[in-house]
Each structure stands twice: as C-alpha cells, then as structure tokens.
C-alpha cells in the first residue's frame, strides 16, 4: 500500500532560523513527488513537483529535494510569511495522489 | 491562482437530507477530482473525472456520487447526508496523466457540517 508519511508534526522556527521537513514515501514506481503550501481556510497551493532521485527545485526561501525514500523541503532564513501547513504526495495506483498528513509551520519573529 | 471555483463555500445541512457541492474550472482541464479534508487524515480522494461522463472511484467514495455532463463542470452529491461526511471538500483539476503525474491544481474548498 502507498504510505507517505511526514515528519514533524508541527515545527516553530524563529525568523530567520533555516530547517527542514521531511517526506518520506513507499510506493512501487515513483512517477512525481509534489510539495503544496495549504493556509488555512484555502486549498491547497502547488509548489514543487520532483520527478527524479537527485533533482532539486527552489523557489524563494524555498528548495525541496528527492532521493530515492524521501524528499525534504528545507526553509532558508523563514519570515512569519511562510507560516503554513506544507503537505506532500505522490501519485499511487491508477490517478490517486496519496497525501501525507502535512507539517504544520510557524515561524515567529 | 488556477481558474477553480467551488459552490457553495460553506453549508450546514441535516442528516438524510441530499447535497450536491459543484467545482467549475476555466482552464479546460481534462481531469478534475474530489477530495475530502479531515483532521489526521489528510486528503483523500472521492472520486475523479478523466473526460465529459467518465468517472471513476477514489479510495473514500461510499455515499458519494459524480457526474461530468460538460468540461468544466464536476458535481459532488451526498444522497443522504450523514454526520461522518461533516469534512473541508477540495476540487482539483489537472491536465492529464501519462508516464509522469500530471500536477494536480486545487480549489478553495467548501465546509460542509451535518447536524
């Protein structure tokens, strides 16, 4: 069964205090790995989708990587901006995206 | 911010009473999905629409049902709503799906509480 698991919970960082999230999956034939930003009462919203171990993306403060297990997001220098819940998924059997639960992140000043 | 829209935002209804929440996309996307939001659960998927009346099922889809009678359009109904179906409902559209996933764009979502 396709698991994506997200680790942690929930995260307080100081402004400017860089660290990182992490998703780890197990799914037969990896085919994509997406990062979304959710605030809440909004939906969902793309920001990253890896296709290969070894490729990474950025974008502002942000820069997500894959390896062949897990991906990490890892925030450089946050602002109170970037306050979110950032979840993970990877595509599963047939059209499913299995979602993991999300780290929920606050970043204070 | 992709063209999705979802109607209505919020709703209260009661139990047994039917429901149908509507997601209307402007970006002639060929798949759209239904999911649901819970504390601890994550997303998870309803049901989905790969073109004008196919649909298939998600992993949650008891009680739900769909229909796609034009692109942009993709209706959720509850047949008899129930308190377990109380949960946050995302639309998503997307392009297509191949040998690499399509990415998936979402809506802002509808609160739904059964009573």
């Known amino acids: 069964e396709d698991q994506v698991t997200q680790s942690p919970e929930a995260l307080r960082l100081q402004e400017g205090e860089s660290s990182s999230l992490n998703c780890s999956y197990t799914v037969s034939g990896l085919r994509g790995l997406f990062w979304y930003r959710q605030d809440p009462g909004k939906g969902p919203e793309f920001l990253f989708t890896l296709y290969s171990a070894g490729e990474e993306k950025e974008k502002e403060r942000l820069k997500a990587t894959l390896t062949k297990k897990e991906s990490f997001l890892h925030i450089t220098a946050p602002k109170p901006e970037d306050s979110a819940t950032y979840l993970c998924?990877?595509?599963?059997?047939?059209?499913?995206?299995?979602f993991g639960t999300g780290t929920q992140l606050k970043v204070e000043l | 911010d992709a063209g999705i829209t979802q109607s209505p935002r919020h709703k209260v209804t009661e139990t047994g009473t039917p429901v149908t929440l509507r997601c209307h996309q402007t970006?002639?996307?060929?798949?759209m999905y239904w999911y649901r939001q819970d504390p601890g659960h994550g997303l998870r998927l309803i049901h989905y629409s790969y073109g004008v009346k196919d649909t298939d099922k998600g992993e949650v889809s008891d009680g739900y049902s769909v229909s796609r009678s034009k692109t942009e359009d993709f209706l959720l109904t509850l047949e008899s709503a129930t308190s377990s179906q109380t949960s946050v409902y995302f639309c998503a559209i997307s392009e297509g799906q191949g040998a690499l996933f399509g990415t998936q764009y979402f809506g802002p979502g509808t609160r739904l509480t059964v009573l």
């Open positions: 998924a990877v595509p599963g059997g047939g059209n499913k995206l299995t």
């Open positions: 970006e002639n996307h060929r798949y």
